[in-house]
Every structure is written in structure tokens, then in C-alpha cells.
């Protein structure tokens, strides 16, 4: 489904809830014009592609995301969530410099958002801009602090900026929450490599091939 027919679907659907106001209103003997009855206001179809859009975003359906933000923009060019979700819908649709720019703008907006900062702070991991992502994954960790993920992706920026005892730090703090985590216990090999360190890098690596072999 192309955005234009994403469009037009959630506009069919939103009249059809809308008609629930209209018979309301007609009971009510609120009526100025059949006209102006059926005319659904920028408001309440803002906040119904919002809501719309946000949702689809969660559910991983981005391309939907996208065609119901974008025109928010306009609208509202300063809501933060709704540069959230659509800078990470832009991301996740391969537009990964204009993903990238909304998330900035997101965060400068709302800079104690700690939702904001972590979408952020991973999407410069996937953009190998691993400097600018700490500050905003150690952000993410402190509202987050049992978050897996967020200490896995601050290990790995460490690592490719050539901190790696503070790498090893964070990746052993990953693995207190996943002991499993195969793909932990080869970074943290990788990490005792680039020290020298290869008795170490060895019980590591040794430790990631058994988790994956069973």
C-alpha cells in the first residue's frame, strides 16, 4: 500500500468513528449546517493520524508511520514523539541522513527525554558516530537501568573509540543481564584482543562458541 492509499484509508476510517459524534449531534439538535456537521476539524484529525501514526511505529509498521506523520510536520512542526516515531520510521525505510536529522531535532526539543535520547543514541551506533552516542546511551542507562541493549550498544562505541577497559566494563554488565548472550562473550574477546590480552580474548571467544553450539 503506497502512502497516498495509507491516506486515504485512515481518512475513511476516521469518518467512519466520526459518524458516532454526527448522530450524537443530531440528537442533541446541535446543528448549524449538514455541511459543517460532516466537516471533521484540523484538531481532531491531527490527533487521530498522530495517534494513528505513533501506533504503527510501535507495531514495527514504518512505512504506515511515515505516510501518517509526515503531514504532521507542518502541523506541528515541534512535537517531539511525533519526530521520534518518524525519524525512526524514516531510519528503519532505509532514509537513514533524514531519520537521523528528525531525531536531533527531537532531541533538541525535548533534551531530558530519555525515550528520545536512547532511539538516538543507537541510531549514531548504527551510524558508526560512536562519540556522539555516549552521552546520550549513558542518559538512556540511567533512566534504564537494567536495559540490556543499552549497555551492549555502549560497549561497542567504547570499543570502536579504543576504550576498551571501559568496553570490557560495560559489556560484563550487559552479560549480568543476559549470561547467554553469546554475541556479548565475543565482544568481549574482541575487546581483550585489541589489549593484547589473548589468553583472555580466548576464554571468551571459547565461551561464545559453546553458548552458539548449544
Known amino acids: 500500500m503506497n502512502f497516498e492509499k495509507e491516506r486515504i484509508t485512515a481518512n475513511v476510517e476516521l469518518y467512519a468513528q466520526y459518524s458516532a459524534i454526527i448522530v450524537k449531534r443530531l440528537t442533541s439538535n446541535l446543528i448549524s449546517g449538514f455541511q459543517s456537521l460532516l466537516t471533521i476539524d484540523d484538531k481532531t484529525r491531527n490527533a487521530y493520524f498522530r495517534d494513528k501514526g505513533i501506533a504503527h511505529a510501535r507495531s514495527g509498521r514504518y512505512e504506515r508511520a511515515v505516510s501518517m506523520l509526515e503531514s504532521l510536520l507542518e ?3 515541534l512535537d517531539p514523539e ?3 516515531y518518524l525519524g525512526l520510521s524514516y531510519i528503519k525505510t532505509g532514509h ?3 531519520g537521523l536529522s528528525l531525531l536531533e531535532e527531537a532531541h533538541k526539543a525535548d533534551k531530558d527525554n530519555a525515550k ?3 532511539v538516538l543514541g543507537i541510531s549514531y551506533v548504527q551510524a558508526e558516530e560512536y562519540k556522539k552516542a555516549l552521552p546520550l546511551l549513558r542518559k538512556g542507562i540511567k ?3 537494567e536495559s540490556f541493549n543499552l549497555r551492549y550498544r555502549l560497549g561497542v562505541a ?3 573509540i579504543g576504550e576498551h577497559d571501559k568496553a570490557i566494563e ?3 554488565e550487559a552479560v549480568e543481564l543476559r549470561p547467554e548472550e553469546a554475541k556479548v562473550h565475543r565482544s568481549i574477546g574482541f575487546a581483550f584482543e585489541q589489549k593484547a590480552d589473548h589468553e583472555s580474548a580466548l576464554a571468551y571467544f571459547k565461551r561464545a562458541n559453546e553458548l552458539e553450539d548449544s
Open 82 to 84: 511525533v519526530m521520534l
Open 116 to 118: 528520545i535520547a536512547t
Open 170 to 172: 560495560s559489556f560484563l
Open 96 to 98: 537513514k541522513p533524514e
Open 158 to 160: 567504547l570499543d570502536n
Open 143 to 145: 533512566a534504564n537501568p
Open 75 to 77: 502541523a506541528k512542526p
